[in-house]
T-cell receptor
Framework: NAGVTQTPKFRVLKTGQSMTLLCAQD?????MYWYRQDPGMGLRLIHY???????AKGEVPDGYNVSRLKKQNFLLGLESAAPSQTSVYFC??????????FGQGTRLTVV | TQLLEQSPQFLSIQEGENLTVYCNSS?????LQWYRQEPGEGPVLLVT?????EVKKLKRLTFQFGDARKDSSLHITAAQPGDTGLYLC???????????FGTGTKLQVIP
């Protein structure tokens, strides 16, 4: 049972480069989330989705885009990476009104 | 933006001691969850509380949801080294779609 899988696990980008982080879940969950985690700041919500084809902005959406073309996948895109986007990114999924299951995170460094 | 403030931010105690971690907000939440996160891993759910004044126990951990559903506490009795980790509270509101995380409490239990 894979649960929530994030790829890649590590990445180093140069300023201005683009990349896409993939989150895949095999639990048929409706809700999916992208968070970033920085030291001393807990988890901050970037974007979320309440179902296939829908997305919504979270607390810190600037510089990121997302897509949920298939229920099991939630993609996070960085069009032009900046050093301020250096962080650990976590994807989570949950059925409604229940616990969130998290992936193992993607450590992104922008130089 | 709904904010969840946790205190203390860091806690280093000896094995066998008791401790309490607090999670406070000015907003009302439909439910509140506590997660524990270990280095290099995503957060894992410990408990969900949904009723104002609710108390839940999980072995040596006691969780309480405030009467007004704006705050919560986590009490650990006789802490053990295996309790070491980052403790995060998370609140759900707006139909359970949006989950906001607290700033986190980093606990170290010294043998």
């Amino acid at each position: 049972n894979a649960g929530v899988t994030q790829t890649p696990k590590f990445r180093v980008l140069k300023t201005g480069q683009s990349m896409t982080l993939l989150c895949a879940q095999d639990m048929n969950h409706e809700y999916m989330y992208w968070y970033r985690q920085d030291p001393g700041m807990g988890l901050r919500l970037i974007h979320y989705s309440v179902g296939e084809g829908t997305t919504a902005k979270g607390e810190v959406p600037d510089g990121y885009n997302v897509s949920r073309l298939k229920k099991q996948n939630f993609l996070l895109g960085l069009e032009s990476a900046a050093p301020s986007q250096t962080s650990v990114y976590f994807c989570a999924s949950r059925p409604s009104r229940a616990e969130a299951f998290f992936g193992q995170g993607t450590r992104l460094t922008v130089v | 933006t709904q904010l969840l403030e946790q205190s203390p931010q860091f806690l280093s105690i000896q094995e066998g001691e008791n401790l309490t971690v607090y999670c406070n907000s000015s907003s009302v939440f439909s439910s509140l969850q506590w997660y524990r996160q270990e280095p290099g891993e995503g957060p894992v759910l410990l408990v969900t509380v949904v009723t104002g004044g609710e108390v839940k126990k999980l072995k040596r951990l006691t969780f309480q949801f405030g009467d007004a559903r704006k705050d919560s506490s986590l009490h650990i009795t006789a802490a053990q080294p295996g309790d070491t980790g980052l403790y995060l509270c998370a609140g759900s509101s707006g139909g359970y779609q949006k989950v906001t995380f607290g700033t986190g409490t980093k606990l170290q239990v010294i043998p």
